[in-house]
């Protein structure tokens, strides 16, 4: 079974580009987090997803940042004019069921590093 | 507002030494309750959970946790660690009625020495 993808693994941008993050879901699973770690800090809740549909995007800024997850493909991240403070580790999680305690249950993949320059 | 809180931000231990790196939340109704491991260079992995039951819950590599909820803690520990358990750890906590989010601890670096 394989697990959660993400790609790429580390990407750097300059000021004022776009980034795109891409999340592949574990088989089987339909909702796919997205969480963004800032060095010495713990892991932050942006969004949650399911296919077509943003469920709760609570912890997203509100401006240049979207997610989107389409019936078909990944899921994608993306800034807009990124800015240094946008700097960080993006993890995306899936889980397997969508009701029930299980639900709570994520699986992360490996992160993107963004480096903006 | 719900938080995470753990109080260890860097640990050092000898190999066969024991463990406890505590969690504690705030918030007074359900928890699910998570605990996860990120060795260098890989990803977050799944240590343990606990959603109800026995309070103290086992996980994978002789990890246990206990969750105690009048102290709205849930440490974890293991009685003899290995040079291979150096890795962050996170505390995570799914808070009900605050959608599937999970709200996590800042982590806490371990670093065991042979």
């Known amino acids: 079974n394989a697990g959660v993808m993400q790609n790429p693994r580390h990407l750097v941008r300059r000021r004022g580009q776009e980034a795109r993050l891409r999340c592949s879901p574990m088989?089987?699973?339909?909702?796919v987090y997205w969480y963004r770690q800032l060095p010495e800090e713990g892991l932050k809740f942006m969004v949650y997803?399911?296919?077509?549909?943003?469920?709760?995007e609570s912890g997203m800024p509100k401006e240049r940042f979207s997610a989107e997850f389409p019936k078909e493909g990944p899921s994608i991240l993306r800034i807009q004019q990124v800015v240094r403070g946008d700097s960080a580790a993006y993890f995306c999680?899936?889980?397997?069921?969508?009701?029930?305690?299980?639900?709570?249950?994520?699986?992360f993949g490996p992160g993107t590093r963004l480096t903006v320059t | 507002a719900q938080s995470v809180s753990q109080h260890n931000h860097h640990v050092i231990l000898s190999e066969a030494a024991s463990l406890e790196l505590g969690c504690n939340y705030s918030?007074?109704?359900?928890?699910?309750l998570f605990w996860y491991v990120q060795y260098p260079g890989q990803h977050l992995q799944l240590l343990l959970k606990?959603?109800?039951?026995?309070?103290l819950v086992k996980g994978i590599k002789g990890f246990e946790a206990e969750f105690i909820k009048s102290n709205f803690s849930f440490n974890l520990r293991k009685p003899s660690v290995q040079w291979s358990d150096t890795a962050e750890y996170f505390c995570?906590?799914?808070?009900?009625?605050?959608?599937?989010?999970?709200?996590f601890g800042t982590g806490t670096q371990l670093k065991v020495e042979l």
């Open positions: 999680a899936s889980s397997p069921k969508t009701s029930g305690i299980y639900s709570y249950e994520q699986y």
């Open positions: 088989k089987g699973h339909s909702h």
């Open positions: 997803l399911q296919k077509e549909n943003i469920i709760d």
């Open positions: 918030y007074g109704g359900t928890v699910n």
């Open positions: 606990y959603f109800s039951g026995d309070p």
């Open positions: 995570a906590v799914h808070f009900t009625g605050g959608g599937n989010k999970l709200t």
